[in-house]
RNA sequence: GACCCUAUCGUCUAGUUAGGUCUAGGACACUGGGUUUUCAACCCAGCAACAGGGGUUCAAAUCCCCUUAGGGUCGCCA
């Protein structure tokens, strides 16, 4: 299965963020090339000029590295003259102008493409009126075709705007593709494209095959959405005596509404947006590894059972085979399946790393003690939540009362601490002293807590819910044991001896009113 | 409108290439139960699909045809 000669490459036009299916695209080219052993290079589509911007193209290359899919070849920073890695550079296809001409020229010379002289407005307006009719062929009429060579090269010497277009032949255009299978179209179909524009510079399908063929892509692994471009680049390899690259696409990702996925109409699912975008995702706290999953998913499958990959085990296992032939809904629901099982798989240290962030975002802890001081209150939060994580950030909501005081109780842990007439506030004073010069053991805490219920005569429940609700001030939380590596032994103390005080107080206070 | 592609539980999918082992398997979601100091996690159970119609065949989710539905593409964008 390996074949170090494989070369495949993933090409975003830096028109706008990673999109999800340009991620997956990636993704899939990635795995490819990583388990054959070949090489995964990263070109950027920079030609439109007007929408190409550094921005985006830092958003995708940032977005790659956080998913970890490293290319091989391609740009090391969104600067065009920035560095780059790989021979086959530059990889900026605004940078590669240079490398068209003899292949223009061929065009031209072996008969294969010709000169146009008709204006964009006839072009307009010829597209206008085969909408108007309702004609089923919609494209150029040809009629520069039948032109004298000689004479459109000398027009075209003297200053005559032209465009140059693709002859396109008689005949059948077919490839066997590699997710899809045999695919074919009549050249009847095909429109004499334009290679290149009247101001010189080639267009998308004339650049794609020859960056391709100069960059030695052995395989073309893209989105559906560019099947119908296949022919087209097939015939303009054709047209230069090129050998085309294999193809392989792979369906398109829907919205959970069942349409493609867009940054323009966003989709919902119950009534929440889902996201085009994989920024949002890394954003909001997704594991990268879990991300990876949940996408290697949407349209591939190994088998009828296994789910749950690590990077490697992606590697190791995908093909082809497995690629799905329709599109897929993506399920948020899935995702954050995902995302639980890939966290619980972490050490409570690499949770506490990966949460950090998250915590210092919200005004949580400094970054200096989250490195320091805080920092083994972080692990234990951090691991006692590991259940209970979906996403990174979610750990803000779990940590309130680690790092600020227990200052009002939520209606459930009120009830607990008030209930059988106040006798938690005793309960709560006995077990503060009992607690003096103990280690936060959440092991033996339990134990010791569990004898002294037994000998105090009270449920083990009356005993650990007023705690709970002592120590949180919620009712919902981490085994209320780990609780106390999370804020120390002392804080511990004193916020247990303050909700026996508050008990009291409310009791006085409810006596005195009725 | 034309062309290309696709069609299994609500969703992701296995099964289709080599027709019988499929009263169609798994997962998510949902529902019920168990476990438990809460919430999760975990365990058990349940719900739920071969788009429709014709063929071929002893036998069709699987092969063929038609219909329908969905998607994609039809730029001097990429």
Known sequence: MTDSSV???????????????GARTALY????ARKRGGTFVLRIEDTDRVRSTDAFCADILDTMRWL???WDEGPETAAVDGPSKGEHGPYFQSERGALYRPFVERLTETGNAYRCF???DRLTELREKQQAEKASFRGYDRRCRSLDPAETAKRAEAGEACTIRLAVPEGETGWDDGIKGAVSWNNAEIDDLILVRSDGTPTYNLVVVLDDHLMAITDVIRGDDHTSNTPKQILIANALGLTPPRFAHIPLILGPEGRKLSKRKAQFQDGVKVEADVAP????????????????????????????FTREELIRDFSFDGVTKSGSRLDLKKLEHFAGIHIRAMEPDAIADAVTPSLVAAGLVSEVDAAGDKRAAIVALAGANRERLTKFSDIVEKASFVFGD????DAKSEKNLLKNEGAAADVLRKYAVALEGKAPDAGQLEEQARSL???WDVKFGQLVHPIRAALTGVAVGPPIFDVFAMIGMDAARERLTRAAAWVDERRKATESSS
């Open 7 to 21: 070369r495949v490459r993933f090409a975003p036009s830096n028109t706008g963020t990673l999109h999800l299916g």
């Open 406 to 409: 227990v200052t009002e109780y």
């Open 29 to 32: 080219n990635w795995l490819y």
């Open 281 to 308: 995702y890394r954003d909001a706290g997704y594991p990268a590894e879990a991300f990876l999953n949940f996408m290697a998913l949407l349209g591939w499958a190994l088998d009828d059972k296994t789910e749950v």
């Open 118 to 120: 008709c204006s964009a």
């Open 68 to 70: 970890g899919l490293d």
């Open 453 to 455: 219920a037994e000998e």
